[in-house]
């Protein structure tokens, strides 16, 4: 087994229509298989969480150490309207979120 010694990004939250959508760090801690690639959006005003999302899914290889296999989210965009949040992931795989229906599309596969 290997060790996970890597840095998780920092990706920065990005805000539209007064929501500001931002990686969940440590997803497994709220109940989600992985700890990468989810994402939530937060009322700015309120400062409540709105909703939060499953984006893609890892794929573990039991005989190996999870954190080495996390895929984390490196960069948010949101249009200017607030309907679309693209998320790209440490691959350089990309989807996008429409965020009134919070459905997921693949725009880059690995």
């Given at each position: ?9 920092r ?39 709105l ?60």
């Amino acid at each position: 087994m290997e060790q996970a010694d890597r840095d998780i990004p920092r990706t920065k939250p990005v805000t539209a229509g007064g929501v500001r959508y931002e990686v969940v760090r440590n997803a497994r801690m709220r109940g989600y298989e992985q700890s990468g690639g989810v994402v939530a959006a937060v009322d700015v005003k309120r400062k409540a969480e709105l909703w939060a999302l499953k984006v893609y899914t890892v794929q573990f290889d039991a005989d190996e150490e999870t954190d080495v296999q996390e895929v984390y989210i490196t960069s948010l965009a949101v249009d200017p309207e607030g309907r679309r949040l693209t998320v790209t992931n440490e691959r350089g795989e990309s989807f996008h979120v429409d965020t009134a229906t919070r459905k997921v599309s693949v725009v880059k596969a690995k």
